[in-house]
Each structure stands twice: as structure tokens, then as C-alpha cells.
């Protein structure tokens, strides 16, 4: 059978072996259960001849005291072996799962953030979920198939022999012919498998947006083009699921009768050997429940590939997202607390495969201590040229280095530990206040530090204020605060991490003036020792900056300091006059 599983399942269960491996002793309990309950449920059949020739037809007195007791025993084992199985099997199934899902979680960390900005979340939310399930159910079947139901056919076998080779040869030359029609038919399976999957993915996906996006769908009237989109999903779903059904039902029907016509003749020519004496009735009826006892253990070996590939198409998918190249991290210098000396050199940088450059050979130094000013319309490619300093992104070409060394010889961690951000689109988790502040590494910082960098964000003011003060949750991805608020823990956040160079990426955009000046004060105390990279919609923040550079299209068009900038009477002139005439 097995020369008949195409080398890609090979492949693929090769590597999913490896996450059943390491549980031997539980694995070895799962076999000794299995193999048991073939042994068990074969002896079981085989009581049946003296239960009728000996109990009922012979009328034997021996037999009737001991046979209750022989089935209740065997019973009883029956019972244990199929605890055990159930059990250890679970177990394993249980580890694989968990094993999978943290490994796709992990490595959910360690991409590069290049990958989430092609793939939508949906159907990355459905692998951790639906595909590790399908993967997991699909590895214990097979076990079952190869161990139990392997084992109870050959011992139905054995019994079947036992009591009549002329009826078994018969049957053998049956089997196969049942077989081939099941194999057939599970071929449809391995189409339908992979599909479904997706189509869980798009249902997720939709969902969803749509919980996320509440809010849009309320005022925007959406609720007809969101029922539309998801009926389509769920229809292409349920159409997937219904052709596995109508395939599988289908197939089970037919087998159902190649097998009546088959157990038609089994029956003639048991009759034609009990009338020529050479068969008793306890010998056919054993005969014949172990027969049916092989039943469903050969439609599963059969469609073993069926079962496969249901796995295969899990672990694809898994294995995918396993395989993807971590962010590269070959630089080897640990980066302690630099200077922050920052230099640009001729850098560009592309986000898709199309040529048009979001950045265009950029070229600006920054001294330690000093601040740069990036300004220009939106899409002119700001956050992109911020993003990448910490190596958000690579670039394609061109360096940016740190103290004189290119970022890319530093470990991504040290050169990450030395930058505070905080960035365009705030991100908050769903915990309190204190724990959105004291993120990630931050969680070591005393409550002294922490009270600190409050203040001087003006989190404290509105924290006071809450049922919770900072024990308050936050909600998902902070709904429960206002834009502004959210906006103080993100600096919040970036002042705790006290970190030589700074990026404030259009950090008080959602602070109304007033805010934003006493924020800003706190800020300036912050930028007096450090790099830092500003971005900000209101020049007038930008005034004091020791450098500013102008971008259009990803390419500096001016740079020279505010009052240099303003006497050139250029883009920045123009864009300052604007704004003015707005205040
Ligand atoms: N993750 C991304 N993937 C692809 N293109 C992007 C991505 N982020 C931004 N862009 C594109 O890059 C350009 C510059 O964007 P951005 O740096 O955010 O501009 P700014 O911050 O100046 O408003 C825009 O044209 C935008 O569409
Ligand atoms: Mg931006």
C-alpha cells in the first residue's frame, strides 16, 4: 500500500512524525492499547461458536457455567484496552496540537514585517486554530489505521480461517473488488480537504473585519455588503463541506451494496456447506461477525490516503508559515548603550516587487543628542524612512549606520533595545493601563520608573480619573480610551524605555493643542540628550529641530534648518505658510 502514497504526503508525514516522536511511552501504551483491543474483539467473535454450538444447540451444561463469565471478562478487557487507547491517543493528539500551534505562534514573533503586510489575517488566524486541529485528528487516524484496524483485520482473519478456509478464500477474492470502489471514490477527498480549509480562512477573515470594524459598518450602512460578503464565504464553505459529504455518503452507500451482493454469496455458500454437514451454525456465525467485524477497519485502510491527505492539507499550510525566513539577523555586534550618532548613506527602499522606490537614495547624518525633522505631505514616505532605522524593513540599497557601524552588523535585538518609537498607528493590548505602559521588557522597571514616565506623559491626570486608575483595562487594541490618551501611553512607553535614539513619528497627532504643548515640554526634556527622528504634522514643532529635511516622493528636496529653510522660500516655506494661515 504504501508504494502508492505520493511522495509530497511522504514528506509531509515524515515531518509530522517527528511531533509524535518524542512521546515513546505514551505512544507505546497507545500500541500495546490498540493492538489489545484487535486481539480482544477477535477473541470476542470467536466465543460466539461455543456460546451456539456448544450453549444453545448442544444444550452442554460445562459451557453454559463458563461462557458468561468468559464474555463478561472479556468484556471487562475490552474496556481497559479501549481506555487506554482512547487516552494515550488523546494525549498525543492533544502535544501535537499544542506543539504546532506554538511553533506557528513563535515564529508569528520572528517574521519579518513584511509577511503580515501580504497575508491577511483571516486565514492566519484559522491555522492556529482549524488547520492544527484538522492536522492532529488526521496523525491519530492514521495511528488507528495502521496499528488497530491493521491488526483487528488480520486477527478477523485469523478467526475467519479458523473456522472455514473455503468460506475465507471466497471472502478474499471479495475484498479487494470493495476496495477499489472505496479508493475511488476517496480520491475526491483530497480536492475538497484543502478548499475547506480555505474557505475557513475566508470566514474568519470576514468575521473578523467586521467585529473590528463595528463601528464603520454601523455608520457607513454596511450591514447589507457585510451579510453579502459573508454569505459568499459561508456558501463556498458549506459547498465545499457538502461535496465531501455527498462523496463520502455516496461512497458508503455504494460500498454498502457491492458488500450486500458480496455478503449474498457469502451466505449461499455457507448454506451449501451446511447442508453437506461440513459447517455448524456456531461456526458460521463466528465466521460471519468477523467478517463484519473487519468491516469498518477495511473501509478505513482503504481510504487511509483520504485520511492523509486531510492532514497534508492541515500541514501544508502549517509547514508554510514554519518555513518562512526569520527577519535576518546575521549582524553579530551587541550594540550597548551607543552614542547615537545616525547616518543615512544613499538609502533606498522599495515595499512590493514593482520599481517604483518609497524611498530614494536619501542621504542625512544626525549627531548624537541632535534632532531631525522630517516633514512633508503624507505618502511622501516619513514612517517608512523612521521604520527604517530599527530594520523594520530591509533595505534595498544604501546603509544606514549607528555609531559608524551599519545596523545590519548589530543583533537585531541590541539595535532595537538602543531605539524608542512611538509610532503613527498606536498599538495597545488588551490589559491595563500599568502593563500597556511597562510593555515587554519594560515589565522590570520599578513602580517608581513607571510612575515617572506617567507623569510626564500626563497619564497620571487621566489614570487618577478611572475606576481602576492604572490597574484599568484598556480594551482590545485600547477602545475603551480616547485617541489621545492611547497616543500619552505610547510616549509613555517610549520615555520608560529611556533609549538613546528616538522616533516620534507624528506622536501627538491626537492631542488637542493645549496637550500637546504640555506634552510637548516633557518631550523636549526627553529629545535634550538623545537622537531623535520627528516626524510632525504642526511645524511649529519642528522649529527648534537642528536639521530638517524636506521629502516628496520618497527623495529629499530641501534640508537646512527652519530659518534657512523659510528664507529659501521654498517647499517647507510653503507648507509652513499654509499651516499657519490654518492656526
Ligand atoms: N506596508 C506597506 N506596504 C506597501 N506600501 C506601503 C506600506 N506602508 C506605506 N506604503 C506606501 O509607501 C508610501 C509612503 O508611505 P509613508 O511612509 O507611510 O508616508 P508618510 O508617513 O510620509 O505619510 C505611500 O505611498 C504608501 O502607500
Ligand atoms: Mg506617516
Known amino acids: 500500500m504504501s508504494k502508492r502514497i505520493d511522495p509530497e504526503v511522504r514528506v509531509i508525514y515524515g515531518r509530522l512524525w517527528h511531533y509524535v516522536t518524542p ?14 483491543t484487535a486481539v480482544i474483539e477477535a477473541g470476542l467473535v470467536a466465543l460466539l461458536q461455543p456460546l451456539t454450538d456448544e450453549a444453545l444447540v448442544a444444550k ?141 480562512g475566508e470566514v474568519t477573515q470576514v468575521t473578523d473585519e467586521v467585529i473590528r470594524g463595528n463601528s464603520v459598518v454601523k455608520a457607513f450602512g454596511g450591514f447589507a455588503y457585510e451579510q453579502e460578503r459573508m454569505a459568499d464565504v459561508d456558501e463556498g464553505n458549506r459547498k465545499q463541506n457538502m461535496k465531501l459529504i455527498r462523496v463520502r455518503s455516496f461512497g458508503v452507500a455504494v460500498t454498502q451494496v457491492v458488500f450486500g451482493f458480496g455478503i449474498a454469496m457469502v451466505i449461499y455458500v455457507a448454506s451449501q456447506q451446511s447442508l453437506e454437514g461440513s459447517l455448524t451454525a456456531g461456526e458460521f456465525i463466528a465466521f460471519f461477525s468477523a ?25 501544508d499550510s502549517l509547514f508554510a508559515v514554519i518555513d518562512e525566513a526569520d527577519e535576518a539577523d546575521s549582524g553579530t555586534i551587541v550594540a550597548e548603550r551607543i552614542r547615537g550618532d545616525v547616518s543615512f548613506d544613499k538609502v533606498a527602499f522599495s515595499y512590493g516587487n514593482d520599481d517604483s522606490a518609497v524611498i530614494d537614495d536619501i542621504s542625512v547624518d544626525i549627531n548624537a543628542g541632535k534632532t531631525l525633522a522630517i516633514v512633508g ?20 540599497s544604501g546603509s544606514i549606520r549607528l555609531d559608524g557601524t551599519a545596523t545590519t552588523d548589530y543583533t537585531r535585538g541590541s539595535l532595537r533595545d538602543n531605539i524608542s518609537l512611538v509610532s503613527q498607528d498606536v498599538v495597545l493590548f ?43 483595562m484598556v480594551g482590545d487594541r485600547g477602545v475603551l480610551l480616547s485617541g489621545g490618551q492611547r497616543q500619552r501611553i505610547a510616549i509613555g512607553r517610549a520615555l ?83 499651516q499657519f494661515s490654518d492656526e
Open 377 to 396: 505631505h503624507s505618502g511622501s514616505g516619513k514612517s517608512t524612512l523612521a521604520s527604517l532605522l530599527p530594520r523594520f524593513y530591509e533595505l534595498d
Open 430 to 472: 488588551n490589559d491595563t493601563i500599568r502593563n500597556n505602559l511597562a510593555y515587554g521588557q519594560l515589565r522590570t522597571c520599578s513602580d517608581d520608573e513607571i510612575m515617572a514616565a506617567a507623569e510626564a506623559a500626563h497619564i497620571a491626570d487621566f489614570a487618577a480619573e478611572l475606576p481602576n486608575g492604572f490597574d484599568t
Open 23 to 36: 512521546h515513546k511511552l505514551i505512544g507505546t501504551i497507545a500500541v500495546i492499547g490498540m493492538a489489545a
Open 60 to 200: 452442554n451444561l460445562e459451557t453454559t457455567k463458563w461462557i458468561p463469565f468468559a464474555f463478561m471478562g472479556i468484556f471487562v478487557l475490552r474496556g481497559m484496552s479501549g481506555f487506554a487507547t482512547e487516552l494515550s491517543l488523546g494525549w498525543i493528539g492533544r502535544s501535537v496540537i499544542s506543539d504546532l500551534r506554538r511553533e506557528v505562534f513563535n515564529k508569528f514573533l520572528t517574521l519579518p514585517i513584511k509577511f503580515f503586510d501580504s497575508q491577511a489575517a483571516g486565514p492566519l488566524l484559522s491555522r492556529m486554530t482549524y488547520n492544527v486541529e484538522m492536522v492532529a485528528e488526521s496523525v491519530t487516524s492514521v495511528v488507528t489505521i495502521a496499528v488497530r484496524d491493521t491488526l483487528t483485520v488480520i486477527a478477523a482473519f485469523g478467526v475467519m480461517i479458523y473456522f472455514s478456509p473455503t468460506l475465507t478464500i471466497f471472502v478474499a477474492i471479495l475484498f479487494p473488488i470493495v476496495a477499489a470502489l472505496v479508493r475511488l471514490l476517496g480520491i475526491a477527498f483530497r480536492r475538497y480537504s484543502g478548499r475547506i480549509q480555505d474557505s475557513v
Open 291 to 315: 467478517m463484519m467485524l473487519m468491516l469498518q477497519p477495511v473501509r478505513r485502510i482503504t481510504n487511509v490516503n483520504a485520511t492523509l491527505q486531510r492532514g497534508v492539507a492541515g500541514a
Open 496 to 578: 520608560l524605555k529611556n533609549a538613546p535614539v528616538l522616533i516620534l513619528d507624528e506622536a501627538t497627532s491626537a492631542l488637542d493643542t493645549r496637550s500637546e504643548r504640555r506634552i510637548q515640554e516633557a518631550l523636549n526634556a526627553l529629545m535634550k540628550n538623545r537622537t531623535t527622528l520627528v516626524i510632525a504634522h504642526r511645524l511649529s514643532t519642528v522649529e527648534k529641530a537642528d536639521k530638517i529635511i524636506v521629502l516628496d516622493a520618497g527623495r529629499i528636496v530641501e534640508s537646512g534648518t527652519h530659518a534657512e529653510l523659510i528664507a529659501l522660500d521654498g517647499h517647507y516655506a510653503a507648507l509652513y505658510r499654509m
